[in-house]
């Protein structure tokens, strides 16, 4: 059974580095096969994993849109997109990668939002882990384009907008009664102390993990370079490892 984890935030709080940090991390220790899932149109996953010219969801759509004639007349074109889906997921060292793209016209999300939510229910099942970087914001909570998770990975930096934001997340999670069997609060570049404990109590989740500034990831941002060049050394990367020490223990 996958499990599967679902990194939501606001913009700007470090919510794709955490969703790819997680990715490397899980496929490193190989304990199941790990499927990214790129769901916020906005967003650069595969750039942070080191991939290029990635195909996603919105291409294939739109490449159908174009040619009807294309879908075989033994599959209506709901399958034959899936299908096509199916075919181009990204396939890499320890992580497969599926992206949503950005869809031309803003008329185009709710459809796009739900092949991919059925993509997502057939392809889970065939992945010990399913790590899916949400849009920014509450889009595909309120949507319900994500309905469950193991763990609902809240990211946020230690200003007060991003743990506003954060709490306005969790308290949706609730209102929707979407299913997470645990919750946890990351708060990204940490530089100022913060105690866990009672930021754990104010939000009402199962821990709190502090990732601290890594002046290596800003640099690898600049530059354009993925995080797997980040050193063995790198306190964003000693982080995200011990947080998956105490979230999925190795056996």
């Not at 906005?42 to 990635?54: K, P, Q, R, T």
């Not at 709901?78 to 889906?85: C, G, L, N, P, V």
């Amino acid at each position: 059974m996958s499990d599967v984890i679902v990194i939501a935030g606001k913009g700007g709080t470090g919510k794709t580095t955490v969703s790819a940090l997680i990715t490397l991390m899980l496929a490193k220790r190989r304990a199941g096969a790990v499927l990214a899932v790129d769901a916020d149109p906005n967003s650069n996953l595969s750039d942070a994993l080191g991939l290029s010219e990635v195909g996603t969801i919105a291409d294939i759509i739109e490449e159908v849109a174009r040619s009807p004639e294309t879908v075989p007349q033994s599959m209506g074109k709901d399958s034959f997109i899936e299908y096509k889906i199916h075919n181009d997921i990204s396939e890499n060292d320890g992580f497969d990668l599926l992206v949503m793209g950005r869809p031309e016209g803003p008329g185009c999300y709710c459809y796009i939002n739900n092949v991919l939510r059925n993509v997502m229910a057939k392809l889970i099942s065939e992945y010990g882990f399913s790590v899916i970087d949400n849009e920014a914001g509450l889009e595909h909570f309120s949507r319900k384009t994500t309905r469950a998770a193991g763990e609902l990975i809240v990211v946020s930096d230690e200003s007060q907008v991003g743990l506003r934001s954060a709490e306005r997340i969790i308290a949706l999670i609730d209102e929707l009664g979407i299913a997470a069997k645990k919750r946890f609060l990351v708060v990204n570049r940490q530089q100022t102390p913060l105690d866990p404990q009672t930021v754990k109590t104010k939000f009402a989740v199962d821990d709190v993990f502090m990732v601290p500034f890594d002046k290596e990831v800003l640099d690898l941002s600049s530059k354009g370079s993925p995080l797997s060049g980040l050193s063995e050394s790198s306190k964003a990367r000693l982080a995200i490892e011990a947080m998956g020490d105490r979230i999925w223990p190795k056996n």
